[in-house]
């Protein structure tokens, strides 16, 4: 199995980072606009990235200021079964973020793909954090 992993520090308190991560106005200018969000334990989130893209996410852990955690339940068969961790430390202010995108069945191109884009997730994060203004998917040219 293999995992991403990317560490972000974001010049914002945990509670913003927390809070950009856990609602629809903050996860619609992070990472799509096109979403259904909710904030329960056991939940079922539902992000479209154009067309019929379409990913489920179970969600598993819900620690204010410190852990968020989904379970891909619908999405492309790679990402199906894995899980995605947010990881917040604060500090003076500052917060640093440890996302895990874990347990890929292999490595492969898609694989390669996401683990970019995770790191443009956790920029989209770090700007919408610290200006107001992320990189939702609905913005992005590249």
Same mark, same amino acid.
């Given at each position: ?5 990317? =560490? ?5 308190? %945990?509670? *913003? /980072? @927390?809070?950009? &991560?856990?609602?629809?106005?903050? =996860? %619609?200018? /992070?990472?799509?606009?096109? =979403?259904? /969000? @909710? ?15 379409? !990913? ?5 852990? &819900? ?5 968020? $955690?989904?379970?891909?339940? $619908?999405?492309?068969?790679?990402? /199906?079964?894995? !899980? ?11 917060? #640093?973020? &440890? &996302? ?14 996401? #683990?970019? #884009? ?8 770090? !700007?919408?954090?610290? !200006? ?6 609905? *913005?992005?040219?590249?």
């Amino acid at each position: 199995m293999a995992d991403i992993e990317h =560490l972000q520090s974001i010049h914002a308190p %945990a509670a *913003d /980072v @927390y809070k950009a &991560l856990t609602t629809a106005e903050g =996860l %619609a200018e /992070v990472w799509t606009r096109e =979403l259904t /969000v @909710y904030q329960e334990v056991g939940s079922i989130h539902e992000f479209r990235f154009g067309g019929h893209d379409l !990913t489920k996410m179970r969600i598993v852990t &819900l620690k204010p200021m410190e852990k968020v $955690e989904w379970t891909c339940t $619908e999405s492309d068969p790679e990402w /199906v079964g894995t !899980t995605i961790s947010f990881e917040l430390h604060e500090r003076r202010g500052k917060t #640093n973020i &440890l &996302l895990r995108h874990r347990h890929w069945r292999e490595i492969t191109d898609f694989y390669r793909s996401c #683990n970019y #884009n995770w790191a443009m997730f956790l920029y989209s994060l770090k !700007t919408y954090c610290e !200006t107001g203004r992320g990189l939702p998917y609905q *913005d992005r040219t590249f």
